[in-house]
């Protein structure tokens, strides 16, 4: 087959990779350095499994910028672009989306288009109504950032918006390069395939917001977390996992796609729905109240990025935390190594990490790391099984 993945973040990287085992695959993307290091085989994201892949495995890979190149041939194309939540419009910005399917329509209106970018629910019916194009499918992404192949390679199940020949035919395409066997595939409409994504991620929000509450209140009533949430969860029917407190739930899905969620339940009698995105912002202002309770001048941030092995660290939830203390005068200095800038918001970004221990009164981490543990006094954080 000759496929075509449109965007080389986590979702169309690791789908690229995915296919190029037995595919033909072009992955279309306009920053020339991600291109020049994914045609050097060298991973322009954070993801072991994917450096791996191009170390080890003979990939059918190309990226280029040339739309004619990309799309011209291609049987699938696979639309992985990103959709940022518009605050304003209380809606996903999917301008990005329906640009890349009106350029694949005027080159290679015979192909296959697959919507793998988070959109509102409904708007894969009304593109395809709007475009006149049946051959259009939505089928979300389940992925972790940092973990992204392989959680193509294993994945929990495969979930196709539409039910036609070429919607079968791409399923068989993600099951052929997985190496998970017996993968639970399940074939929806398009409208059912958004809402799955967005309830999953807004289900994870729900559970990370309820320990995170479960924190706050025995920190209030100084009692012991760890044990109040091992003891909850010993239940079978709760399970022991995604339970770790946090500064808030953050990252590149959850924010949005439970925004967007909520914008869509507009004219449907909610209450847990709107109150998983007000816990978010309950949450980080208690754990600000708390660092500012200690009274530190200087507070130094150790990395931006939500848990270790990522390097996306847009919407971090530490990222709230230190809005809230700048607001108050606090000097907030930064530790992350994937910056490139002298300077983050206005905050100064510290290389030296020996130099960052020295200069912070107060460290704050989302996660625990190793490398604080010579200054363990001086660190923040709500991390309490060391989970990275």
């Known amino acids: 087959m000759n496929i075509t993945v449109v965007g080389a973040g986590y979702v169309g990287l690791s789908l690229a990779v995915l296919l190029a085992q037995q595919n033909n695959v072009t992955l279309l993307e306009i920053d020339q350095e991600k291109r020049d290091k994914i045609n050097k085989r060298i991973s322009p994201i954070e993801d072991k499994d994917i450096q791996n892949y ?21 049987q699938f194309v696979i639309i992985a672009t990103p959709t940022d939540y518009d605050e304003k419009n209380n809606f996903f910005n999917t301008e990005s989306v329906e640009c890349v399917v009106d350029d694949v329509l005027r080159i290679n209106p015979k192909c296959t288009i ?22 259009l499918l939505f089928s979300p992404e389940f992925l972790r950032e940092g973990s992204a192949l392989y959680d193509n390679l294993y994945p929990s199940r495969i979930v196709i918006g539409g039910s036609s020949k ?31 994504k967005l309830f999953a991620n807004t289900y994870l929000a729900m559970r990370i917001s309820f320990f995170n509450e479960l924190d706050s ?38 924010p949005k796609d439970v925004k967007q969620l909520k914008a869509n339940y507009r004219n449907v009698p909610n209450s847990l729905i709107s109150a998983i995105v007000d816990a978010n912002v309950t949450r980080k202002d208690f754990i600000a109240d708390m660092i500012l309770d200690k009274k530190p001048k200087i507070v130094g941030v150790h990395r931006l990025v939500m848990k ?45 990490l020996e130099q960052f221990k020295i200069r912070s009164e107060l460290i704050i981490a989302n996660r625990m790391s190793d490398e604080l543990i010579d200054v363990n006094e001086k660190v923040f954080t709500r991390d309490l099984f060391n989970e990275g």
Not at 56 to 62: D, H
Not at 233 to 252: E, K, Q, T, V
Not at 313 to 320: D, E, L, T
């Open 166 to 196: 070429n919607a079968e035919a791409f399923s068989k395409l993600l099951v052929e390069g997985a190496e998970k066997k017996d993968i639970e595939i399940i074939y929806v409409s398009s409208t059912e395939a958004e809402s799955i």
């Open 114 to 135: 697959i919507l793998k970018s988070t959109v509102p629910v409904g708007f894969t019916e009304k593109l395809r109504l709007k475009t006149q194009c049946n051959s």
């Open 308 to 352: 270790f092995g990522s390097d996306n660290f847009r919407a971090s939830s530490i990222q709230g935390i230190m809005k809230r203390l700048k607001s108050k005068g606090v000097t907030v200095i930064v530790y992350e190594p994937v910056l490139r800038d002298i300077s983050f918001f206005n905050s100064e970004v510290v290389t030296d």
């Open 54 to 74: 191009f170390e080890i495995k003979k990939l059918n890979l190309i990226a280029t910028a040339d739309l004619e190149q990309a799309y011209a041939n291609s």
């Open 217 to 254: 209140f025995a920190q209030i009533h100084q009692l012991n977390s760890s044990k109040i949430i091992e003891g909850v969860c010993l239940d079978s029917r709760i399970g022991n996992y995604y339970n770790n407190p946090s500064f808030g739930y953050g990252g590149y899905c959850l």
